[in-house]
């Protein structure tokens, strides 16, 4: 691959990688700031293969040091813009180098970043920019036709990473005036709880609320992030997962603190994410500005909702990857089936939960060594867990409001760990978010007895894991009793000719309601159903109605709960 | 191996691993602790084995649950002996679960802990005890004497792990005392900035100086130290370097972090650190209370300062180690030969340096991928670099002051990366000690500039390594040029004969001083030397005088110099 970063793109030869460090701070504090770990990559590995977007018209590529020049000239760009600390730039853009830098750039200059899902409709989108208070756009030139109607400063990206693209040119603009004065001639957000990025998340009522997450808060997660994910030196993350979705789940930082490459792509289809799987498997790629670029390595790790990693295992270009790739599974359990395919395809499974408020995942569920004694169906049980919160996350915990006249010493209490009592999910400390922005009505709701409440509800097991049985509103309500969706898809999921499963509530005569389930069966499997009856009793037990389907339909119930599965992913 | 701990170390059914946090905190921040680590590794991982003391005549193992509820009845004990928030504990205990206990225990009552270096002379050790005005002294049997004439509250721990035992019998009294309120009894210190650790450095002159650090420093430099050491799940920790030298680096906490098992040895001697090394390589052992230990699986991490090393590989058990163990060396650079040496014999070398000041290693020798290019001798001269500072620490600079009516705009000037200017190494920010101890004068001299001044010289690479040349006072005026005894060491040890090396000054009578080179030669090569001129012209040219010896001579010049060592470890 032949490509040039444009001249503004290229670090002097002396960098100095260090912002300019007010000299009130004590000398034994520095503020956490996700932007620090850029520089010390640049400073460490200047010439190794950061970030890569190979699947366009123009392929372009950048190591360390030159996305750390790129970065620092869009904050100089933004602040002779006439952006000041704590202003919103909105971002609009699928996975690509702009809104990757964004995530450095806007923080740089100490802006809150605002990145917009690029799925909305243009009401929508309009009312985010005008909700957020953003005071410039950075878009995609997929995406300019969302900002009709709205007149803000607004930069457009070609997404050539040539000279002669818009965005290159502000890039460009931004070093011209920052005279040379690199990064010392930034200031440091010195205020580490400040706001760091806002993400709006589509509610299941109502307009879009925003999370705003902080720097501290942000540092700690990337670092949780790289940990659990096990993203080092050699790995390569591959952007499947929108940046957009929850601040990329803190993985543009995580992947940088651990000197990964990064590789952005526009669409997340089957066929470029399997042709990065099968890259050649050369950690470490150095890249020398000039020179052509060999190879982009094999992708080692991505995040992705299960329906994702389906449309990967049956894609005609799935066959086994050698060097080991780690999938990222949120949204919902993984399957009994997923979990089998994906592993006999080369890819392991780690599975994750978390909400826009708790930075992307904050809880993961975490392997046992006595699991490689246990069946697949033994062990997917135990992998539909949620788990348990990340190295940098205070405990989740399940709990419920006392009850009128009970005893109590606190706003709210445990549930027993009996793997039968629901309760909702609870968190506080550094990886939940700061607030909704402008709306503190709603963040004292959500932060109600001194926690996060999530919505959603689980039980606890004795070992301290928590699994997801639903959302308060996905209960449906049958002859007086709760059935939980989530719990009858779980139990559905469990069966190895199970692809993909959805519970509904279907209206009933006699009992109000009744959960209603859609499966989709494993290809392998699907004749083998065609001959056979569609309702063994205990599925019909489980779940009153069920129906197998080739997709999941779109319909009221249906659309509502795939709002919730993504806002679980958001 | 039969052990069962005492009863008051078995934690309750439902045990809770949560820190009172005050209401005041807001929902989005919690304190950084390094004894969060601790409630979540016995909330994930209860019954894996996290703490074993095998080579004793009374030998004692704990799992993660297990250790957490006698850190716990530790902090309730010494609340109950009246030490109240920021007060000081001295401990005073070779490596062994009581020290271990005490970084967890200590902090958990809010606390200070301050771990006495069991070398020092009893009047040393009562200047630290004085100084840091400790109200209570954990003690380790063997060390009693050294506390003849201070009459403070004593606890003796006789090392058994018993009932009987004094110390055991303290924390079963902090059980009872606790009325099982257990971690939600404690409340967590809510400002992180407070003092964690007290650690006392033998300066090289005048009185041991105090080196205050923080919770937050501890919890991130512990976080740094797990990355850059690649602890995980898997890894085994063998405590050869003394928990009690400068907060054991914080790998204590590290170790937890990343749920490794650690393993203390009372006396760090080749034997049994081989028999550790030798054991079955079986991560992941579970500890059932009541059930005996099969077995305390092989080490796969230590920290050592090269004497260690070279003593290590010189043992007559030394062999070859299948499952790879890897060397955390700090103190001063790794020769070549011991290099080679221990790559020979399986452990792989990690190269760091720190002081007490910057919670031990802070920097850290990141190999190149070109590395595999190169011979033994041009890759070790690399590795003899101290490199890059840590994960969540700031950069390592080299710096000069301004000169007389030189322009600048700082207080503090980079030195050219030139691998040839020498200036002092200096650093600020998370992983910097808070201050001396009650000696504010001390603290304001190391923290001129905004800075904390190591008081070691270095040259600083264009590629930003940093290599130390020198502690000030250890250059050598030679005929009024400045010769670095640790630039003409590191030349020396380059060359694949040398074991070990030690350059002093020797009084010289038209030089002034001229460098004097002590040398060991490898066993294997020491009949070929002993042939051979003992001064080859290079090593005469680089180092005046050289001497092959068969221990290096313990001399005023080398005591110093072995000081130096030892604060640079330390």
Redesign the interface.
């Known amino acids: 691959m032949n490509f040039s970063p444009t001249p503004a793109s290229l670090p002097p030869k ?1 960098a ?3 912002f300019n ?1 007010p ?1 009130k701070l ?5 503020p ?1 700031n996700p932007v ?1 770990f850029l ?2 990559a640049a ?4 010439d190794k293969l950061a970030l890569a977007h190979p699947d366009v018209p123009h392929p372009s590529y950048y190591s360390f040091a030159v996305w750390a020049q790129r970065t620092q000239n869009l904050a100089y760009a933004l602040i002779q813009a006439g952006i000041r600390p704590g202003d919103r730039v909105a971002v609009i853009a699928p996975n690509s180098p702009m809104i990757a830098d964004s995530y450095f750039g806007v923080l740089a200059a100490r802006a809150i970043i605002c990145a917009v899902n690029t799925r909305l409709r243009p009401d929508d989108v309009k009312y985010i920019i005008e909700h957020s208070g953003s005071r410039l756009i950075l878009v995609d030139h997929e995406y300019t036709h969302l900002l009709d109607g709205i007149s803000l400063p607004t930069v457009v990206c070609q997404d050539t990473g040539r000279a002669g693209d818009p965005y290159e040119d502000f890039l460009t603009s931004g070093r011209v005036f920052s005279r040379e004065r690199g990064w010392p001639g930034l200031d440091i957000e010195t205020d580490e ?1 400040q706001g760091a990025a806002l993400c709006y998340t589509s509610g299941t009522t109502g307009k879009p609320k925003g999370v705003l997450t ?1 720097y501290r ?1 942000s540092y700690l997660a990337a ?1 949780a992030d ?2 659990e994910s ?1 993203l ?1 030196y050699d790995s390569v993350y591959l952007w499947v997962l929108p940046l957009f979705h929850a601040a990329g789940w803190c993985y543009q930082w995580s992947a940088v ?1 651990a000197f990964s490459t990064q590789v952005t792509l526009r669409t997340a289809a089957p066929g470029p994410i399997w042709a990065r799987f099968h890259a050649p498997s050369k950690p ?1 790629v ?1 890249v020398n500005p000039g020179r052509a670029l060999d190879h982009i390595p094999a992708a080692t790790h991505y995040c992705a909702a299960p329906t994702v990693q389906i449309s990967l295992i049956n894609a005609p270009e799935a066959r086994r990857v050698a060097h080991g790739v780690k999938a990222i599974i949120a949204g919902s359990a993984p399957t009994a089936s997923l979990i089998a395919s994906l592993e006999n395809l080369g890819i392991s499974v780690v599975h994750v939960y978390g909400l826009t408020e708790t930075y992307g995942p904050s809880v993961k569920n ?1 392997s046992r ?1 006595f699991w490689k004694d246990l069946s697949l169906e033994e062990r997917s049980k135990l992998m539909a867990r949620q788990g ?2 990340f ?2 996350a ?2 989740v915990r399940v709990v419920r409001l006392p009850k009128e006249g009970e005893a109590h010493d606190a706003d709210l209490l ?1 549930v027993p ?1 009996d793997g039968k009592t629901v309760g909702e999910v609870v968190t ?3 990886i ?4 909704y922005f402008n709306d503190p009505e709603a963040t004292r709701k959500a ?1 109600r007895g ?3 409440n999530s919505g959603d509800l689980a039980v606890w097991y004795e ?2 894991t928590v699994q997801i049985v639903d959302r308060s509103k996905d209960l449906i309500i049958s002859g007086g009793e709760n059935a939980s969706s989530l719990a009858i898809e779980q139990e559905l999921a469990t069966h190895p000719d199970v692809q993909e499963v959805s519970v509904v509530a279907r209206p009933h005569p006699r009992w109000g309601e009744r959960p209603m389930a859609f499966v989709i069966i494993l290809p392998a499997s699907r004749e083998k159903w065609s001959e056979k009856a569609l309702r063994p009793s205990a599925w019909v037990r489980a779940a009153g109605w069920v129906e197998v389907v080739s997709e999941l339909p779109v319909r009221k119930g249906l659309e509502l709960k795939c709002m919730l599965f993504q806002r679980r992913l958001t």
Chains 1, 2 share one sequence.
């Open positions: 002396n100095v990688y260090r460090q000299k004590p000398v034994n504090y520095h956490l620090l520089l010390k400073l460490l590995h200047p709880n902080t808060g670092i790289a940990v096990e080092n603190f470490g150095q975490y060594p348990h919160a190295a940098t205070l405990e445990d760990k506080r400390g550094n939940v978010m700061k607030e932060f001194g926690h996060f070992d301290g």
